[in-house]
């Protein structure tokens, strides 16, 4: 049978119906509802932080936290990395704002604190950095760089649902945290995202501008978008939260059992458990040295695609890399451009068999 990169985690169909049925008899379907509502405190709860603004998905909101801190300054600039997915940089630019690549570190993928300030300018009005594959980025360092520069900071923290640091949820950190609730994510409500913060200010200003800048029944403060997150969405999304747990400790032992099988092996490189941080196992990502190992990334993504497991080289290329950005911006990012042409995030999901991690291994280390 195929294996996939990764599996959409599911309620059953009759808790999810239970849960919709008070939409069909409500016909309360969007503009954030009752379900939203329900939706949005459990959050808050499971999170631990103050506020949650929800959306249609990840990257809506990310462009919203961007307007709502109020970082949309002509010529300004954005620190931010290479090594992510198109649509952290993406945000940056729908909003008029200039990317600047910000190496990355070489053990765990996160923005490299000790690269930033060389990077600042006048024109800097903020930092987004991304919590990658579930690693942490060094909060601490980015933090005191940015209260040294009076500067913003938003973490795309799509990989890093649930994730603690010291106890702390990863969505206080910074002034606000954009989540992804996409359907391949650790946890899911097929689409949709959210914007964590704890500062009341931005809660009215996230409110108005996902519903086009409405102000109460008949005015419009600002030029908004269309990025609610309807009753439906919420539902499965209020469905997966009571099993995110367990679809974590699933997802920690298949973890367990590639590190078995894989760690040790030379020319091959696991990014290590970090310190403090209490993991979602979101991605299991694998530097595959060519020269060491004797088989390239890319001949290994080749041989499991043959026997049907479909691994993927994310992310690659970097973005600064990519047709749309490469040659605009070109800050130097050797770490980042080396990390992508030698990375594969081999399948891992909620329910992924110990024979199929063994299959994957086997196709890896004998093909």
Known sequence: ???????????????????????????????????????????????????????????????????????????????????????????????????????????????????????ITDRTVAIIPVHVYGNICDVEAIDAIAKKHGLKVIYDAAHAFGETYKGVGIGNFGDASMFSFHATKVFHSIEGGAIAFNDAQYRVRLHELKNFGIHGKEDVLAVGANAKLDEFRAAMGICNLRHIDEYIQSREEVVTHYRERLGGVKGIRLCQPQEDVKSNYAYFPVYFAEKE???????????????????????????????????????????????????????????????????????????
């Open 1 to 119: 049978m195929p294996i996939n990169v990764t599996r959409s985690s599911m309620p059953s169909m009759e808790e999810y119906m239970e849960e919709i049925r008070p939409i069909f008899e409500s016909r309360f379907l969007t503009n954030m509802g009752p379900v939203y509502k329900k939706f949005q405190h459990q959050l808050i709860d499971y999170l631990g932080t103050q506020y949650i603004s929800l959306f249609v998905n990840g990257h809506m909101a990310l462009e919203m936290a961007i307007q709502a801190l109020g970082l949309q300054v002509p010529g300004g600039e954005v620190i931010t990395t290479p090594f992510t997915f198109v649509s952290t940089t993406h945000a940056i630019t729908r909003n008029g704002l200039t990317p600047v690549f910000c190496d990355i570190k070489p053990d765990d993928y996160t923005m490299d604190p000790e690269k930033i300030e060389a990077l």
């Open 293 to 367: 190992f004797g088989k390239s990334r890319d001949l290994v993504y080749e041989d499991l695609q043959k026997q049907e497991i479909f691994a993927r080289k994310y992310f690659y290329p970097a973005v600064n890399e990519m047709t749309c950005y490469k040659g605009l911006y070109p800050q130097n990012t050797p770490v980042a451009h080396d990390v992508s042409t030698h990375i594969l995030t081999l399948p891992l999901y909620e329910g992924l068999s110990r024979e199929d991690v063994d299959r994957i291994c086997d196709v890896i280390l004998y093909a």
